[in-house]
């Protein structure tokens, strides 16, 4: 249910950005940056995964709830590192070196660095690959975390009241 609604959410998103698109064209022709096809199908793969990835880590922060009453200061941690490490803040390229390093193992990486570095075509084909098996390990880590929280979750859980 809630992957479902969140990929909705997404697709109204496209929607009014396909329909933005063509006027942010026309109006900044001079400044927009169009990539080969190839590059823009492994862009769009890329997101999608980066997408599963996000949907999956995020769920699991939800998951705090069965431990904590109040789980918002865990999913504020959980999109400050989506921001820092995910180069949405700075480019990671900005951040000192060790952060660098962390920014490249953690998963916030490939939600958003990754596609888009991927469409601009500042990638070699090893980073290339790289990244798309680092966003597959990621989406599998996901899912494997995500199964176990919520079998820990729901065997703990209990429910008050009427």
Not at 123 to 128: G, K, N, P, Y
Not at 150 to 160: D, I
């Amino acid at each position: 249910h809630y992957f479902l609604s969140d990929a909705l959410y997404r697709v109204v998103q496209v929607i009014v950005v396909v329909i933005i698109t063509p006027l942010v064209i026309f109006l900044y022709k001079d400044y927009v940056l169009f990539t080969h096809f190839s590059l823009l199908f492994l862009t769009i793969v890329a997101t999608f995964i980066g997408f599963l990835a996000f949907f999956e880590l995020s769920f699991c922060i939800g998951c705090a709830a069965f431990w904590l009453d109040d789980a918002h200061g865990v999913h504020q941690l959980y999109w400050f590192c989506v921001l820092l490490f995910g180069g949405s803040l700075v480019p990671i390229e900005f951040l000192p070196h060790a952060l660098q390093i962390i920014a490249r193992v953690l998963p916030f990486h490939y939600f958003h660095y990754f596609p888009v570095k991927l469409y601009l075509d500042q990638l070699t084909s090893v980073e290339i690959a790289h990244g798309f098996i680092m966003q597959i390990i990621w989406l599998f880590v996901a899912f494997g975390i995500y199964k176990a929280v919520w079998h820990l979750g729901t065997k703990r859980y209990s429910a008050v009241g009427g």
